[in-house]
């Protein structure tokens, strides 16, 4: 058998030699196990149009970067684990390839291609691939190319965080360029699954306008894409929307058709970008702006209980914030549904046919079904073998342009809770999630409850709330609803405050909270008010202002203008201080000098601090017997004071109360001395 190898090798003065490999192209080659053997430390290998149905080197090929297996008969990827996609055996035999290429093979499934984290260039057009399942875990991919395959939808497709170029050619979900309107329907699709980091499509370039296009499948499009959903062909957004919508809820309907709750409705209010169209079932609903940051957002579901009666009655499902409610019909009859507002007017749902023995042995029909609701008002009726039937007590005109109809009150206080709550396990459980980074969504602690508020942190993802059920501790089914990617507020100032002292040399602090968005470069202006009302602005740029001589008899205003990050001004607000007054005065490194002895002066001096000092305030004390009590010394109220033999024994204090020339006063000082001695 003949085969080329060919070794570059850079110049003496540089230190590293080119890659290894080899050349096998058009050698009728059908297995590697005896050259790979010969060549374990080959870097590269072109091995096309040969006769390969496998890859089957003896051992791992620990240096092989790039690997051409194009144009053979290879029909899977097991190669990259050993001959097995066994989960147990999985052990990549190619653990630092980056390049791949599988062109014109007979691949059928993309099952095997993950967890190559050195993978950069994945080639598999011209095969027979109709799904993007198996595909993941690529970390460093950059081109993935699938051209003329059978793929028709973005069902399955991976989060590809350094994806690069997507090349879609020839499937049916890529129509031809020459069909515009197509083609940029798929690119569209394409730009709102994947990361930033897409720059080409087909080999063309993205434009911006196209990635502000695609903007409007962020959230509950883009993720019913990856379970199937194809959007339709042009339709405006908000029909797409409502399209996402009913193929969202009906596969959690299939998905809990037989499980013993099944569900009905699920839908966050608000949690659509764009309004509900006019031809929708559900117009009229409100809740049909953007969820913005700030704004609440409300959790609805409506979930059937499919279990036998008996056991209906007696295990419910507990919830703090879900209930169960009977809709009951007596009498005879081939078939009845309840249909309204219990599930947004969307279908009809089917009541349980019951018998039960009664009085003389006849058999009582009954009709009924327990549904689990958020609390709030409910319309409702009845069709009875095909004919509405509205009870005369509680009826009136649906809210929803829904015709005559009930209307029934669901509350959380008809279901106390018991002391044994702990201990239940058929429970259904909410939790609230924020979009990531990965197309997947990230748990946002200790929100359990029906109703959630955006914050500055979800500005820009999406919000997804599921509610979980469990039967007898064990997990059972999950049903939720996502909400397009949260709005940012307007630029705010919801509070504004000054803390500090009004007085000449204290800092004033000023706060604000801010809503709208990431917060930009908002401004904080100061400025002094006098007292007939002119305004003189201050020359600070800081959070905190200390007061100055000047300031004295006026009030320190701060003012907050609040800019998102995109430039956007909010109004302004503003809060004023008290008027500043005079610092009061003190005293500084106050000390006693004289002799501490009987018949002698002893006197006080220290440092006025504050303006200039007025008629200072003292007072001479002298401790009693038990050293317990202070007893002033009358008469003495300057800052000396000559002892006397009644002090002998005894500690004096003075205290020293600063006053300025304005009349301030200041805090009292108190100093005392050791014992007098004799």
């Given at each position: 058998?003949?085969?080329?190898?060919?070794?570059?090798?850079?110049?003496?003065?540089?230190?590293?030699?080119?890659?290894?490999?080899?050349?096998?192209?058009?050698?009728?080659?059908?297995?590697?196990?005896?050259?790979?053997?010969?060549?374990?430390?080959?870097?590269?290998?072109?091995?096309?149009?040969?006769?390969?149905?496998?890859?089957?080197?003896?051992?791992?090929?620990?240096?092989?970067?790039?690997?051409?297996?194009?144009?053979?008969?290879?029909v899977s990827c097991e190669f990259l684990w050993g001959g097995s996609l066994k989960e147990s055996l999985r052990e990549p035999q190619l653990p630092h390839l980056r390049h791949l290429y599988l062109t014109g093979n007979c691949i059928e499934s993309l099952e095997g291609f993950s967890r190559l984290d050195d993978l950069e260039t994945l080639a598999l057009s011209s095969n027979q691939i109709s799904s993007f399942e198996g595909l993941g875990d690529l970390p460093n991919l950059r081109v993935l190319s699938l051209n003329f395959n059978n793929i028709s939808s973005f069902k399955h497709f991976p989060f590809l965080p350094s994806l690069h170029s997507l090349n879609l050619v020839g499937n049916p979900i890529d129509p031809d360029k020459d069909e515009v309107e197509g083609h940029a329907h798929f690119c569209k699709m394409a730009i709102a699954l994947s990361s930033s980091n897409l720059m080409k499509i087909d080999g063309m370039i993205i434009t911006d306008e196209e990635v502000a296009a695609a903007e409007a499948y962020r959230g509950k499009i883009v993720f019913c894409m990856m379970e199937g959903f194809v959007p339709p062909i042009g339709e405006d957004d908000n029909k797409v929307e409502d399209a996402a919508e009913e193929f969202l809820l009906k596969m959690q309907k299939d998905a809990t058709a037989d499980k013993p709750l099944r569900l009905q409705s699920i839908h966050l209010e608000p949690g659509r970008r764009s309004r509900v169209s006019e031809d929708s079932g559900k117009k009229g609903y409100p809740g049909d702006y953007p969820p913005t940051e700030g704004m609440p957002i409300t959790l609805h579901v409506c979930l059937q209980d499919t279990r036998p009666v008996s056991i209906r009655k007696t295990e419910i499902f507990h919830s703090q914030h879900i209930f169960p409610l009977l809709f009951k019909v007596a009498g005879?009859?081939?078939?009845?549904?309840?249909?309204?507002?219990?599930?947004?007017?969307?279908?009809?749902?089917?009541?349980?046919?019951?018998?039960?023995?009664?009085?003389?042995?006849?058999?009582?029909?009954?009709?009924?079904?327990?549904?689990?609701?958020?609390?709030?008002?409910?319309?409702?009726?009845?069709?009875?073998?095909?004919?509405?039937?509205?009870?005369?007590?509680?009826?009136?005109?649906?809210?929803?342009?829904?015709?005559?109809?009930?209307?029934?009150?669901?509350?959380?206080?008809?279901?106390?809770?018991?002391?044994?709550?702990?201990?239940?396990?058929?429970?259904?459980?909410?939790?609230?999630?924020?979009?990531?980074?990965?197309?997947?969504?990230?748990?946002?602690?200790?929100?359990?409850?029906?109703?959630?508020?955006?914050?500055?942190?979800?500005?820009?993802?999406?919000?997804?709330?599921?509610?979980?059920?469990?039967?007898?501790?064990?997990?059972?089914?999950?049903?939720?609803?996502?909400?397009?990617?949260i709005e940012p507020a307007f630029p705010e100032c919801?509070?504004?405050?000054?803390?500090?002292?009004?007085?000449?040399?204290?800092?004033?602090?000023?706060?604000?909270?801010?809503?709208?968005?990431?917060?930009?470069?908002?401004?904080?202006?100061?400025?002094?008010?006098?007292?007939?009302d002119s305004v003189e602005e201050l020359e600070c740029d800081t959070w905190q202002y200390k007061c100055t001589a000047a300031d004295v008899g006026?009030?320190?205003?701060?003012?907050?203008?609040?800019?998102?990050?995109?430039?956007?001004?909010?109004?302004?607000?503003?809060?004023?201080?008290g008027v500043i007054t005079r610092a009061r005065p003190t005293i500084d490194q106050p000390q006693f000098v004289g002799e501490l002895r009987a018949n002698?002066?002893?006197?006080?001096?220290?440092?006025?601090?504050?303006?200039?000092?007025?008629?200072?305030?003292?007072?001479?004390?002298?401790?009693?017997?038990?050293?317990?009590?202070?007893?002033?010394?009358?008469?003495?109220?300057?800052?000396?004071?000559?002892?006397?033999?009644?002090?002998?024994?005894?500690?004096?204090?003075?205290?020293?109360?600063?006053?300025?020339?304005?009349?301030?006063?200041?805090?009292?000082?108190?100093?005392?001395?050791?014992?007098?001695?004799?």
């Open positions: 058998m003949k085969y080329s190898k060919k070794v570059k090798v850079r110049s003496a003065d540089v230190p590293c030699a080119e890659p290894v490999g080899l050349v096998l192209n058009k050698q009728e080659l059908n297995t590697i196990k005896n050259i790979a053997y010969n060549h374990p430390d080959e870097e590269f290998m072109y091995l096309r149009e040969n006769e390969f149905d496998t890859f089957d080197p003896y051992n791992k090929l620990e240096n092989l970067k790039m690997l051409d297996l194009s144009l053979n008969s290879i005879d009859a081939s078939e009845v549904f309840v249909v309204g507002s219990v599930n947004q007017w969307q279908g009809d749902i089917p009541l349980d046919r019951i018998e039960s023995e009664g009085a003389n042995s006849q058999t009582n029909v009954s009709f009924q079904t327990n549904l689990y609701l958020c609390p709030g008002e409910y319309e409702y009726r009845y069709i009875v073998d095909g004919v509405e039937k509205i009870a005369e007590e509680l009826k009136r005109t649906s809210k929803y342009n829904k015709g005559m109809c009930n209307y029934c009150q669901v509350s959380s206080s008809s279901f106390p809770e018991s002391a044994e709550e702990e201990d239940r396990d058929t429970i259904l459980y909410i939790r609230w999630l924020r979009s990531n980074s990965t197309n997947g969504f990230s748990l946002i602690h200790e929100e359990n409850g029906l109703t959630y508020t955006p914050t500055a942190a979800d500005v820009g993802h999406c919000l997804r709330a599921e509610v979980l059920i469990y039967l007898e501790g064990q997990f059972n089914s999950i049903v939720s609803d996502i909400t397009c990617p919801t509070n504004i405050k000054l803390e500090g002292e009004c007085e000449e040399g204290c800092t004033l602090f000023c706060s604000a909270d801010y809503i709208g968005g990431i917060e930009g470069e908002s401004d904080l202006l100061w400025s002094a008010i006098a007292e007939d006026k009030r320190i205003q701060a003012t907050y203008l609040p800019c998102r990050e995109d430039g956007t001004y909010g109004v302004r607000k503003s809060v004023v201080s002698n002066v002893i006197k006080i001096e220290y440092t006025f601090v504050e303006g200039e000092e007025g008629n200072t305030k003292f007072q001479w004390f002298r401790h009693n017997q038990q050293g317990d009590t202070l007893i002033p010394i009358k008469g003495e109220c300057t800052d000396s004071y000559r002892t006397t033999d009644e002090d002998v024994g005894h500690m004096l204090m003075v205290e020293v109360t600063p006053v300025n020339t304005a009349g301030v006063e200041g805090a009292t000082e108190e100093l005392i001395t050791e014992e007098i001695k004799p």
